[in-house]
């Protein structure tokens, strides 16, 4: 499996090759897709800084994160639900689904929480 995968990992290659591999196009895109997918796993960075509980990474992240506090049950938890989790069993807003899955991901990269305002349009005036 080990010298498909290093062959498949290029789509050039992976033509060159097709007479030698009975490999369709399809199929391709499906092994490259699975692969990627079943073998990504997501880290749970440790508590650091002010923030050591769940419940204080989610006020810090603003927009009313901190409300939905109480749908995790712990820091693991927050870290490792997936997108799907969040919408069927947590049953959470799609916009706070999302802010907080980018804020996990800036958090693993280590980049701290702060609060970021939602920006409004300003007013024209009337002429």
Not at 30 to 37: A, D, P, V
Not at 73 to 79: E, G, K, N, P, T
């Amino acid at each position: 499996m080990s010298f498909l995968r290093s062959i498949l990992l290029n789509r050039s290659s992976f033509r060159l090759l097709s007479s030698e591999i009975p490999i369709s196009n399809v199929a391709f895109a499906t092994l490259i897709f699975r692969h990627y997918s079943q073998n990504k796993q997501k880290s749970i960075p440790p508590p650091r800084g002010s923030i050591t509980t769940h419940k204080e990474f989610l006020e810090k992240i603003g927009r009313d994160c901190g409300s939905l506090a109480d749908k995790f049950r712990d820091w693991d938890h927050l870290f490792t639900a997936s997108s799907k989790e969040m919408k069927n069993v947590l049953e959470l807003p799609t916009r706070q689904r999302r802010w907080i899955l980018a804020w996990t991901q800036h958090y693993r990269d280590g980049i701290d929480p702060y609060n970021i305002p939602i920006r409004t349009k300003k007013k024209q005036k009337k002429k």
